[in-house]
């Protein structure tokens, strides 16, 4: 049972490089999104989908792009990396946003 | 204020103890609960749910007290393996998002 897959697990970059932190699903599920977890500061939203081809932004949305081609991947693109974007970056999807949502692994990301 | 607050601690108990976790919520239209587990290192996972009368999953009880806004999550018989840190989770009605606590961090030591 694959559930959230993130990709990939471990990524350094240099300041201003950009990437894309893959996220795929295989719930079927509508809702997507994706957080950010820094120590002290818990989980952020940074964006979310309630569906194919709908996006929003969520608490800390600056500095990254999503798109939702389809109902199984939410990618999250960094534009152009900053150090204070390393944190450990979390995708997760659920039927809804008001429901238990099931995490990816995480992505420990470091820019420097 | 914080849309969800908890205590970060650390609280350090003995195995076999009972240890209970405060969470307060500042909108009063919240209206799903839940607490997750996470791990060191890991993805936060769901723990249980937290219902209107209160409920129970084996040595877990989790109560919502709506008039004061905090929900509770109470351990009996404490486990080395209940080491973790535990995340209060809420979701206000009208929004389609899940806001996360800081979280409380237990060590259950032998």
């Known amino acids: 049972n694959a559930g959230v897959t993130q990709t990939p697990k471990f990524q350094v970059l240099k300041t201003g490089q950009s990437m894309t932190l893959q996220c795929a699903q295989d719930m079927n599920h509508e809702y997507m999104s994706w957080y950010r977890q820094d120590p002290g500061m818990g989980l952020r939203l940074i964006h979310y989908s309630v569906g194919a081809g709908i996006t929003d932004q969520g608490e800390v949305p600056n500095g990254y792009n999503v798109s939702r081609s389809t109902t199984e991947d939410f990618p999250l693109r960094l534009l152009s990396a900053a150090p204070s974007q390393t944190s450990v970056y979390f995708c997760?999807?659920?039927?809804?946003?008001?429901?238990?949502?099931?995490f990816g692994q995480g992505t420990r990301l470091t820019v420097v | 204020r914080k849309e969800v607050e908890q205590d970060p601690g650390p609280f350090n108990v003995p195995e076999g103890a009972t240890v209970a976790f405060n969470c307060t919520y500042s909108?009063?239209?919240?209206?799903?609960f839940f607490w997750y587990r996470q791990d060191c290192r890991k993805e936060p996972k769901l723990l249980m749910s937290?219902?209107?009368s209160g409920n129970e999953d084996g040595r877990f009880t989790a109560q919502l007290n709506r008039a004061s806004q905090y929900i509770s999550l109470l351990i009996r018989d404490s486990k080395l393996s209940d080491s973790a840190t535990y995340l209060c989770v809420v979701n206000v009605v009208g929004f389609q998002k899940l806001v996360f606590g800081t979280g409380t961090r237990l060590l259950v030591s032998p």
């Open positions: 997760a999807s659920s039927p809804t946003g008001r429901t238990e949502a099931f």
């Open positions: 909108n009063s239209a919240s209206q799903s």
């Open positions: 937290v219902y209107s």
